[in-house]
Every structure is written in structure tokens, then in C-alpha cells.
């Protein structure tokens, strides 16, 4: 049933299923229901605003706070218990348990939400900024002790950016987790592309797998920006090294790690 | 209307004012115990099928990695994104094929699982120090015998730890699946989002089942690895 509009029916009838899911996205239509105009471009993006807004303050926020925490930690290399252990709990909550709970004791709302996202956001970023600062290579860090810089500088400038592969693993891996669970949002009130996902009796199977989609490529489209940025402020001496993939380099390295690993 | 009801006070806790004003009841816990028990196990069963098909999966592909070096990054790369998409819209594209169910469950919580366990093995088995296997090849080893004698064993470590890690993710994940109609504990978190009895109840046996789970394997890692009791996080 290609209800689309003039250009649509040809693609529609090609992708099936999808066809239709493309173009809800694509056009305003009635809802299943009736009375009611859903789907189109407008909605779309409106909803995909506040899916997008929501997750960035929690994500920013989870930045802002655990990368430092993580980056002193490793430093300093104390608190791995409370390192990796956040890390292991955390991914045994399931976030729609999270979210019910808040919502259960706090109540609806944005900032509900952002704070299960918030959570959700904290275990990978900190464990991987714990794990990328102890992970590099002492001899660096005794070298840049040598040259005079102090704890801030070697953090900074050393720690930091031996560290980012691994930071920026976390980093991807928190983004994916709560544009993921943001998608719930809506059984909290917060209106964002789960909305056509939670409500199938208004939006029906197109907007359902609309949203679906749009969801999938916001969050793998988060996922490559990422990518983009760790690959822009990556120094440009790292790079050379990285892509230096002979199985002898690697042995190396691990074995660096491993003996540098707190007994 | 419905933050006012979530918002009521935590005094209220006996009787029927608790449970109307969705408070958290043990009596009602005690009472409605039963409702949870069919859920958990289809909990532990979406779990165990779905870990079960990915590690399968994944140890084929890092198998074969491992054999043909330049098969590594493409499959690499498509776990990735595979592991990238987001559960709920996995759960929902995926029904136009296979319907809704667990079938659609099983196959958005296996492509999650190949991810971790590929990487993790993969990990394993580059970890092998060179000197190990030319020791074994001196020994007279072939290729499959220093597979299967050396190098696995020597990766187990690496290898349970991704086990673990796929373990409690597809248990979190498995709350998300009665969107795709495959029931288990987050169908009853979503029938009763705001009481709070069935919140606690559900979302601490789905904590519970992968603390369980997380244990099993690391006894399992003790009894598979008795030449390195000690180390392991």
C-alpha cells in the first residue's frame, strides 16, 4: 500500500515494508486512528530535536564531570575498584528498569529523563578514561616527568592523548546507549522519535519502523561524527603509529600493558 | 496526572493505600510473587539462546579470522555496526521478516552479542605470546593441534571476560524485547511502569539474573583456568 505522495510510489513499491516506513517519514499523512496528521518532516524533525537535545546534555554532562575524574583516577591510579566496578553494575541495569524506577519515585519529565541518561552515560566514560590513562605506557609518562612537566601538563598533554582511542571507545559506546534508551523517553513524557515506536495504535507499523529508522541513523550518523572528532584531535604522531599493523608492533605493545597492569 | 500519582509520598506503605497509590508493598510482592516466575524464565531463556547462537557465530568468524588475517577488519566492521543500532529499532525493523516474537528477539540480541565476543576473541587469541607458539610448533604441533591445544586455552581468559560482558548487555537488552513480542521481564516493567512494588520486583530480578550469571561464568573460568587461579577482573 504505497499511500505516498507523486514521486514516492515508485521506491515505495521497490523497499516493501520500508517503502512505507519512508514515507511516513517523508509525508504528513492521517493517523490510523483518524483526526489526527502524523509523520512528515516536520514532526520527524521536531522529534528527532528533543531525542537529540536530551542526550546531549546528559552526555555533555557525563563528560564534563567523569572524563576528569577518570583521567585524575588513572593518574593517580587509585580507585579502580570504583572504576571498574561502576562499569560492572552499571551494565547489569537495564535501562528501561532505570528509567521506571525514576520514574516511579521522581516523576515524569526532561529532567528525569536526562538524569537516567546521565547514569546510563557514566560507566563506560569513566571506566575507559580509568583504563586508557593506566593503560599507557610508563616510560612516557617518566619521560615527560623528566622534561619538567608537572602532574596537570602530563595529563594534558601525555595521558590524555595516549589515552584517546580508548576514551573515545567509551565515549561512542555511552552516545549508542542513550540515543538508544532515549527512544523510551516518551513512557516518561518526553516527546522523541519513541514516540511513533510507543504509541502504534496513532502511528501504526510505518511510523513505527519511520521512527525505527530514523533512530538507527541518527545514532549510527552520532557514532561516525565521533569517529570524526577522535580522528581530528588525535595528534598527528599517534596516527602514524596506529596504522602500523604488524602483528610484532602489537605483541609489544600488549605486552607493555601487561606488565604495567597493577598486580 | 500521572506525576502526581508517581509522586506520592513513601510513607504510605500498607494496604490498599499503598498499592493504589503505587507505592512499594511487600505484601503485595509476597502475594503476586507467582506473575514473575514465567517471565523470568523466559528472561533466562532469551538470554542463554541468544548468547548460545552468538558465541557460535563468533568463534566461527574469529576462527576464520584468525586463519585468513584480511577477513579481520570487514567482519569487524560489520559487527560493529551492527552492534551500533539501537535494540528498539533493531526489534522493529527486523518484523516485516520475521514477525513478531521471539524469533525477531533472538536475532537483534544475537547481532548484539557478535560485537563483544568477536573483539574479545580475537583479543585472546593475538595475545598469545609468539614464543609459546613456536614452542608449540617445535614440539611437532600442526596448525589445528596448536589451535585447539595452545592458543585457545591460552586465550580463555579473554575470551570468558567477552563472554561475561555479552552476558549481562543481552540480559539489559533482553527488558527491551517484548517490543519485538518476546515477553520476559520488561513486559511487565512496561504493564505497570509507575508502581512501584512491580518496578523494584522486575528490575531486581533482571540485576539479580545477571549478577547470577556474571558468577557462573567467573566459576567457570576457575574450573576451565586452574594455572591462573588469581588474576581476572
Redesign the interface.
Known sequence: MATGGDGMSLPAAFL???GDAIDFILHERESVSGGVQIGGPGEILELTGTHVLVSVVALAAAVLIFLPLGLYLGHRNQGEFLA?SVS?VG????????L??F???????FVNVATVLFLLAIPPILTNTFVGVRQVDRDAVDAARGLGMNASQIIRRVELPLALPIVFAGLRLST?AV??TA??AP?A?VLTL?VP?TEPQTYG?DG??G???V??VV??GA?LVLRLIERAVTPKGLKLTEHDDL??R??LS??LIRRNKPA | M??LV??VQLQERTGEDCISN?GFCPDWIVENFDRYIDPFFEHIFLTVVSVGIGFAIAFSLALLAHRLRWTMRPISGVTQ?L???????????L??YTGRGNLTAIVALVAYTLFILFANIMTGL??V??DVKDAGRGMGLTDRQLLWRVELPLALPEILAGLR?AT??T???A??AF?AGGGG??AL??QQ????SN??V??GL??LL??VF?LLILGLQRVAMPWRRAAM?
Open positions: 516493501g515494508p520500508f571498574v560492572n551494565r547489569a541495569v537495564p535501562s528501561l528498569a532505570l521506571a524506577f520514574l516511579a519515585y521522581l516523576g515524569i519529565g549508542v540515543l538508544a527512544t523510551i513512557l513524557n519513541g515506536i507499523d513505527q519502523r521512527a525505527a529508522m533512530v538507527a545514532t549510527l557514532d602483528p610484532q602489537r605483541r600488549t605486552n | 500521572r506525576a508517581a509522586q503505587n555496526v552492534y551500533t543500532v539501537p535494540s528498539i529499532a533493531a526489534f522493529f525493523l518484523q516485516p593475538d595475545n605470546s609468539g560482558i549481562t548487555t540480559i539489559g537488552l527488558t527491551l517490543f521481564l520488561g516493567i512496561e511502569l509507575f508502581f512501584k518496578v523494584v522486575a528490575g533482571a540485576v545477571a549478577a556474571d577482573a
